[in-house]
């Protein structure tokens, strides 16, 4: 497979693993990205197809739409046939896929979800996680995008990382956490303080090939002991999406005091959902942590690996917590 073609099928799996919604699919690269005398590679080619099976894919549903679409493209354009391994996977799925919830299928179920930490799919973050905003009563059980804006920082600053003891608080779905496995930290544990997030994060765990000892950690904020704390011997924590709730600010002052009065450095994501909770937290942790330091990142030179919900860019800001 030749070079543009390549960077056709990473550009596309690198959609596809996320689940990004197609009509903000990037299909192919412009015009004279590869140079004027190089033809630009495209979705439809026999190659191409072929590539873009993978081991743990998406949900069906997903699946379905997204080779609904491609097969449709194939069609169209009328140049190339149709992979039989494609075909085979796209009718597997029309016998087998159920129908969405709002067409009278049944709730959408725990899906795979593949998170690229390069450019070439070759540092890739797999959780399994659930397609709805809110299960089980918690909204840990997903990925937030926030999260995507702090991996990136950290990818961009891997000496954050490098042979450091991190603790990730309120882990999620744990994301984050496998990331900085995969980007050179020494150690990580994963924290939460609800059981079914950990459940699956113990899972998400061993999806990855993750190359230093990371472990799954309850981690009540109301109600931890000073020995917990050492044990977790933390240098960086990281945590995004947690200032959303007004109930959540107290707890989470709390814990985060009991960390950085260790010494530690904390890097943290927030979309900004609700300004005067987000207010309320830095208002807080200003009177309960004297002397912190509280620097935001700018982030308007990151360049993006992840894929973002549009609305979103707007409103994520990360900021680097410590005591000088």
Known sequence: MDSSNQALVVLIKRQVLQMRQLRQFQWSFPEGTFGESVAAPSVTSLEVQQAILDQHPPSPIYQHSFLKKLIAMIENEGVHDISDDL????????????????????????????YSLDRSCSNVVTVMEEQTTISAGTTGLRTWEAS??????LIT????LAGK?????????GFLGIACALLGAKKVTLTDGNHDVLAMV?????????????????LDWESFTDEQIAALEAQVLILSDLTYDPTNIVPLVSILKALLIQGVDAYMSSAIR????????????REECMGIQIDEIPLKNTEHLFFFDEETVQTVKVFHL???
């Open 87 to 114: 075909f085979e996977v796209f009718t597997d799925l029309m016998m087998t896929t159920p129908k969405r919830p709002e067409d009278g299928g049944p709730p959408l179920k725990p899906c795979f979800k593949s």
């Open 274 to 285: 609700n300004p005067q909770t987000f207010v309320d937290f830095f208002t807080r942790i």
């Open 165 to 173: 003891n991190v603790v990730d608080v309120g882990c999620g779905v």
């Open 322 to 324: 410590h005591f000088p």
């Open 157 to 160: 600053h891997p000496e954050l």
């Open 148 to 153: 995507f804006w702090l991996a990136e920082h």
């Open 202 to 218: 113990q899972q998400n765990i061993g999806y990855n090939n993750v190359p230093c000892p990371t472990t799954a950690s309850l």
